[in-house]
């Protein structure tokens, strides 16, 4: 296991932790995001608990919010805040560590949740960043599920019309949502085809579980000049334990103490 490899599984005996204990969380898509997460703190992104306030920082919007719980571990282990603290209160009356992304947190730049907000948001920051002449770059990462929401549409034809190349949306593309596969749900399968024709650079990555495949993938779209890209993460939902992995219902399930066992072993078995 390569170095980031290796702590993207690290994260994810977080992420059962924090889940286990708290029974809350959407599992199944922390799962699926957390090497896209991984990547993007360890490797790609300028922003550090040292910059956080600097308004050259690189900025992170993570659109699909309910899968906050993985970006929780993520920030916590860069230092962002005491990762041991978001573990043992996450979703508890009184905690900072709520359910979905808020401010109050820090290393979190906008409140989601609601789906279908943050590529806007992503617009105008990256829109901002070439009004002020400013280096940074804006990522957003996004659910499949989440896309079908029409407000990416709209968000998606800005981004193309401002040419922001500043700009990276990342669609888990793990092909289930809440209630069921996406193509039952709400058809996404063309999805390059509906970024292409808004004008996005579309980078399609084969295994978006695969650290190194996406770091190539974002080291592309950083050089690539003129348009936005995306990249297409094919993931699978509950990547890295066995019984959730691509099942529908471990969007949000509770383990019970059995499952929390297995899935801890499984990790450590990986790990080791
Ligand atoms: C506007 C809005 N509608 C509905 C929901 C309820 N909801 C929460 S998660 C989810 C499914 C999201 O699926 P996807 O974007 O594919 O996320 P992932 O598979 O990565 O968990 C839904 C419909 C919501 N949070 N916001
Ligand atoms: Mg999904």
Request: charged share 25%; with cysteine.
């Given at each position: 296991?390569?170095g980031l490899t290796?702590?993207?599984?690290?994260?994810?005996?977080?992420?059962?932790?924090?889940?286990?204990?708290?029974?809350?969380?959407?599992?199944?898509?922390?799962?699926?995001v957390i090497d896209?997460?991984?990547?993007?703190?360890?490797?790609?992104?300028?922003?550090?608990?040292?910059?956080?306030?600097?308004?050259?920082?690189?900025?992170?919007?993570?659109?699909?919010?309910?899968?906050?719980?993985?970006?929780?571990?993520?920030?916590?282990?860069?230092?962002?805040?005491?990762?041991?603290?978001?573990?043992?209160?996450?979703?508890?009356?009184?905690?900072?560590?709520?359910?979905?992304?808020?401010?109050?947190?820090?290393?979190?730049?906008?409140?989601?949740?609601?789906?279908?907000?943050?590529?806007?948001?992503?617009?105008?920051?990256?829109?901002?960043?070439?009004?002020?002449?400013?280096?940074?770059?804006?990522?957003?990462?996004?659910?499949?599920?989440?896309m079908a929401e029409?407000?990416?549409?709209?968000?998606?034809?800005?981004?193309?019309?401002?040419?922001?190349?500043?700009?990276?949306?990342?669609?888990?593309?793990?092909?289930?949502?809440?209630?069921?596969?996406?193509?039952?749900?709400?058809?996404?399968?063309?999805?390059?085809?509906?970024?292409?024709?808004?004008?996005?650079?579309?980078?399609?990555?084969?295994?978006?579980?695969?650290?190194?495949?996406?770091?190539?993938?974002?080291?592309?779209?950083?050089?690539?000049?003129?348009?936005?890209?995306?990249?297409?993460?094919?993931?699978?939902?509950?990547?890295?334990?066995?019984?959730?992995?691509?099942?529908?219902?471990?969007?949000?399930?509770?383990?019970?103490?059995?499952?929390?066992?297995?899935?801890?072993?499984?990790?450590?078995?990986?790990?080791?």
């Amino acid at each position: 296991m390569d170095g980031l490899t290796k702590k993207a599984y690290e994260l994810r005996r977080d992420i059962i932790e924090e889940v286990y204990r708290s029974g809350a969380g959407h599992v199944g898509g922390d799962l699926s995001v957390i090497d896209i997460l991984t990547v993007l703190y360890y490797e790609v992104m300028n922003v550090s608990p040292e910059n956080w306030r600097d308004g050259n920082r690189d900025r992170f919007l993570l659109s699909k919010g309910h899968c906050v719980d993985a970006l929780y571990m993520v920030l916590g282990d860069r230092g962002f805040f005491d990762k041991q603290e978001a573990i043992e209160t996450f979703s508890a009356f009184g905690s900072r560590f709520i359910g979905h992304p808020n401010t109050a947190v820090p290393g979190i730049e906008m409140n989601s949740g609601s789906l279908g907000h943050g590529l806007a948001l992503g617009v105008g920051m990256a829109l901002a960043a070439r009004m002020d002449q400013k280096s940074y770059r804006t990522y957003v990462v996004l659910g499949d599920g989440e896309m079908a929401e029409g407000s990416n549409y709209e968000a998606m034809m800005a981004a193309a019309h401002y040419r922001l190349d500043n700009l990276c949306a990342v669609v888990d593309l793990n092909r289930l949502q809440i209630s069921g596969p996406t193509g039952q749900v709400m058809d996404s399968s063309d999805l390059g085809e509906k970024f292409k024709s808004f004008g996005w650079n579309v980078i399609p990555v084969a295994d978006g579980n695969h650290c190194g495949q996406l770091t190539e993938a974002f080291r592309e779209a950083a050089a690539f000049r003129g348009r936005p890209s995306v990249l297409l993460a094919c993931t699978v939902k509950g990547k890295g334990v066995s019984f959730m992995e691509d099942q529908k219902g471990w969007h949000h399930g509770v383990m019970s103490r059995e499952q929390y066992e297995t899935a801890v072993r499984e990790l450590e078995v990986a790990l080791a």
